[in-house]
Nanobody
Framework: QVQLVESGGGLVQAGGSLRLSCAAS????????MGWFRQAPGKDRELVAA????????YYVDSVKGRFTISGDNAKNTVYLQMNSLKPEDTAVYYC??????????????????WGQGTQVTVSS
């Protein structure tokens, strides 16, 4: 089993920054894809960013390109989402997810094996 715990959410003004963290514990695997999803009230859960843990390749949804950066620290078993230039439309609960031995597609929540409980991000205007 793998456990994921998100942290770093909060309330920030438009244009501000937050860094989300997702700490993994329990059994680890040699190959992971890590994804950050978000879900706003009344909307579907959507993939924000993903990273292939071993290869380091990344993906971003168009709406966050140039503003968000996903990265990982193997020594800390942690993946980060640095969020800059935040906009009110970024307001959502953000979830970390892990896919073991990834085969894709990264955008589909159903391919992920483990999920965190989420952390609230609220951006005021």
């Amino acid at each position: 089993q793998v456990q994921l715990v998100e942290s770093g959410g909060g309330l920030v003004q438009a244009g501000g920054s937050l860094r989300l963290s997702c700490a993994a514990s329990g059994r680890t695997f040699s190959s992971y894809a890590m994804g950050w999803f978000r879900q706003a009230p009344g909307k579907d859960r959507e993939l924000v960013a993903a990273i292939h843990w071993s290869g380091g390749s990344t993906y971003y949804v168009d709406s966050v390109k140039g503003r968000f950066t996903i990265s990982g620290d193997n020594a800390k078993n942690t993946v980060y989402l640095q969020m800059n230039s935040l906009k009110p439309e970024d307001t959502a609960v953000y979830y970390c997810a892990a896919e073991v031995f990834p085969s894709g597609p990264y955008y589909n929540p159903s391919v992920y094996d483990y999920w965190g409980q989420g952390t609230q991000v609220t951006v005021s205007s």
